[in-house]
Nanobody, 122 residues
């Protein structure tokens, strides 16, 4: 079994910062891509930032220059540093990881965290 646990959400004033963490645990041989999504009330879930193993991260245009995604492969953890937050950033943030369970398979499986609420007040 694999579990993703997010932390770091909360209430912050506009212009403030938060750092989200997402730690994967369980039966993990390797993790290919780790991605942060968010879903605001009444809106579809959208990709915020994504980072492949050994590759360059990508961001949705609305967060470029403000958010930074990083990962610690030794800890199976992905981070999202969020600066200059604005009320439109208010959403539940979810992490996703593509996980290979063991050396006997080449398949990767998608796993989700439970989500963490980020609220930005004006």
């Amino acid at each position: 079994q694999v579990q993703l646990v997010e932390s770091g959400g909360g209430l912050v004033q506009a212009g403030g910062s938060l750092r989200l963490s997402c730690a994967a645990s369980g039966t993990i041989f390797s993790i290919r891509r780790m991605t942060w999504y968010r879903q605001a009330p009444g809106k579809q879930r959208e990709v915020v930032a994504s980072i492949p193993t050994g590759g360059e991260p990508g961001y949705v245009d609305s967060v470029k220059g403000r958010f930074t995604i990083s990962r610690d492969n030794a800890k199976n953890t992905v981070y999202l540093q969020m600066n200059s937050l604005t009320p439109p950033d208010t959403a539940v943030y979810y992490c996703n990881a593509e996980i290979r369970y063991n050396s006997r398979t080449n398949n990767y499986f998608s796993h989700w965290g439970q989500g963490t609420q980020v609220t930005v007040s004006s």
